[in-house]
Structures are given as C-alpha cells and as structure tokens.
C-alpha cells in the first residue's frame, strides 16, 4: 500500500467570476520514503493539491468537491478536525515558499518547535527544549543553545527556512511537503536548503513532496516526477523517464524553457507561447490544446485518456493512442 493515494481530487473556489476549477480529478501516490516533485507553471494545481492533503484549503471560498486523500489507508478528507489537526503536528509537516508569513513573531523559535513536541509527543518542557536544540543543530543552525532565544526577525531568510525545516520535522513525519522551499531565497542559500532537505530526507527516511517550478532542484532532489498543468496531472514518471524520455508535449516544453549548461545562452530559453486555460470554464477537452504545437481534432473534443507507457510512467496524451501521427522533435535533455 502506498503511504499516500490521491484518488480523482477536485477543488474549486468560489470568486465574483464564478466557480474556478482548481484541481480536476488529481490522481498521485507517494511511497514510503520517497521524494516526489509536483512541477508545472503557477495556477496548474500544484499548491492547491498540496494544501488538499494537509486540509488548509480556505473554505470559504475553496472547496474540496470530491476524492479521496488516504494516508496509510485512512481517507484524510473524512478526518474530524481534531485528528486532522494530530495529523498536521504529528504525521505530515509542511514548509512553504516565505517562511515569515508560517513562523509566528511573536514568539521565540524554540518556543515554536516546542510547542508541536509538547502538544503532539507528551513529552516535558525540559525534554521538548533539548529536542529542539538538537532540531536546530539537526538543520545547521550554528549554536542552537543560545539561538533558540532568538525571535524569527533575528534570523536570516536562510536561517528562517531552516527554523521552518526544524519545526515540520520535529516530531518525525511520515511526509513532509514542501510549497516552493526555496523560492523566495537567493541562489547560493537556496542551493544550501536543497542540499540540506535531500540530506534530512536520506537521514530520517521522511517522504517529501517537493512542490517547485524548478527543474533544476526536481533533477537535484527527487526520484518520481508528477507534472501538472491546467488542474491535472498529465505525466508522471521517475526523474530518469520525464527528463530523458518524456511523453507530453507540455512536458517538451517545460524541459526546453529550462536553463541548460551544455548550450551557448542565446538559445538556451524558449518560454511556451500562449497561456494556461480558463480554469473558471475548463476546456472539455486537453488543457494543452491550446498551446499545444501537436492539437488534433480529438483534442479539443475529448480529455485523454491515461496511458501506461512504463510501470512508472504515464501520460495523458492523444499522441499516445495508436492511429495518431508520431511526432519526433521532442527535445533531448542532459541533467
Ligand atoms: Fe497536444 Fe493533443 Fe496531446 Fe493535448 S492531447 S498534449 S493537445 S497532442
Ligand atoms: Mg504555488
């Protein structure tokens, strides 16, 4: 049994406009231990499948419409409050992209990751505050004795997201989900926080979801690949088959806007032309089709069904079925 299987997710918010479909019949599993990476453009789903599963979708105006979230068997959307909220402390921690806005000012960083130990572990005072130096040392904070006195302002973003890092892991979660860790950092810290999440993941065997729009960091971290675009998941795969051999057009695409070392800089970035679907009135038919250099008629008429091109890959692609045309120019890509 998978440790976590999101079986036909759909979320939508209500806004002026109408109702925006989200998510649209997400489908993912998450094994024990493993890292896998959510990629795809803002408004493809990513965050809002991932606040799913922790049950952080503000309602209103969001609303988990129909699916199942089962955490070792158990469905989290059928949880009470109370035991959805053990679950957060205890089972599944989560970091996002700016940790000023999930760590508490107010209150000093040891406080914070004592809190979860003492409420989720029952454990004393005395115990919790030496867990969390050990937390602290654990994510590289340099002498944790004194800098669990410290106030979030009196970090570094870097030092921020490690705190963040510390709290989610404290009580040793069976996942942890991680919302574009290192986006709001620059580039030399960021490289840092990567390293020190594949280092935590290898030491505590926690199974992260890596939520990014950076191939680069999915090359870095992760062994399975989920990419989404338009509120579904169009190809899943391990890192190996989604960068060597991928199957969906908007996954050529993705792989081709990506920065690459081996080639001269002119040529390296080709962003996709057009833009992501209307999620207030989905297309009935691909979410790509659009933008997608390959449409066929079918494609506009009717969503694409799944194909198994490995035990670990799959694709939902008209390109996929028999009778269509082969398309050759899929790009080549060296990681
Ligand atoms: Fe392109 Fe059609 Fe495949 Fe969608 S189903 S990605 S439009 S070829
Ligand atoms: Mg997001």
Not at 42 to 67: E, F, H, N, W, Y
Not at 198 to 206: P, R, S, W
Not at 255 to 269: G, I, N, T, V, Y
Request: glycine share 6%.
């Amino acid at each position: 049994m998978a440790l976590l299987e999101i079986r036909d997710l759909h979320v939508s918010f209500h806004t002026y406009a109408g109702e925006v479909q989200a998510v649209r019949g997400v489908n993912l599993t998450l094994e024990k231990g493993e890292a896998l990476a959510i990629v795809g453009e803002s408004g493809s789903g990513k965050s809002v499948t991932a606040q799913a599963i922790m049950r952080l979708i503000p309602s209103p105006p969001g609303k988990i419409k129909r699916g199942e979230i089962l955490f070792d068997g158990n469905d989290l959307l059928k949880l009470t409050e109370k035991e959805m909220f053990r679950v957060r402390g205890s089972e599944i921690g989560m970091i996002f992209q700016d940790p000023m806005t999930s760590l508490n000012p107010t209150m000093t960083v040891g406080k914070q990751i004592m809190e979860g130990l003492i409420w989720h572990q029952r454990i004393s005072p005395s115990e919790a505050r030496q867990r969390a130096v050990e937390m602290l040392r654990l994510v590289g904070i340099p002498s944790p004795e004194t800098r669990i006195n410290n106030y979030p302002h009196e970090f570094s973003g870097g030092m921020r997201q490690r705190a963040m890092i510390a709290i989610a892991l404290a009580c040793n979660p069976k996942i942890l989900i991680a919302d574009e860790p290192t986006t709001a950092l620059d580039v030399t810290i960021q490289a840092q926080i990567i390293e020190l999440l594949k280092e935590l993941q290898k030491k505590t065997d926690t199974a992260v979801i890596l939520i990014t729009h950076d191939l680069g960091v999915v090359a870095e971290m992760a062994q399975r690949v989920a990419v989404m675009y338009g509120g579904k998941v169009v190809e899943t795969g391990t890192v190996e088959e989604i960068f060597y051999r991928p199957r969906h057009p908007y996954t050529w695409g993705l792989l081709a806007s990506m920065p690459r070392l081996d080639l001269d800089r002119k040529q390296e970035l080709k962003p996709i032309p057009g833009s992501p679907p209307d999620l207030l009135d989905p297309p009935k038919g691909c979410p790509f089709a659009d933008r997608c250099p390959y449409t066929m008629h079918i494609c506009n008429d009717e969503m694409p069904e799944v194909s198994e091109v490995s035990q670990t890959h799959r694709v939902s692609c008209w390109l996929e079925h028999p009778e269509a045309p082969s398309v050759t120019n899929e790009p080549i890509v060296r990681i």
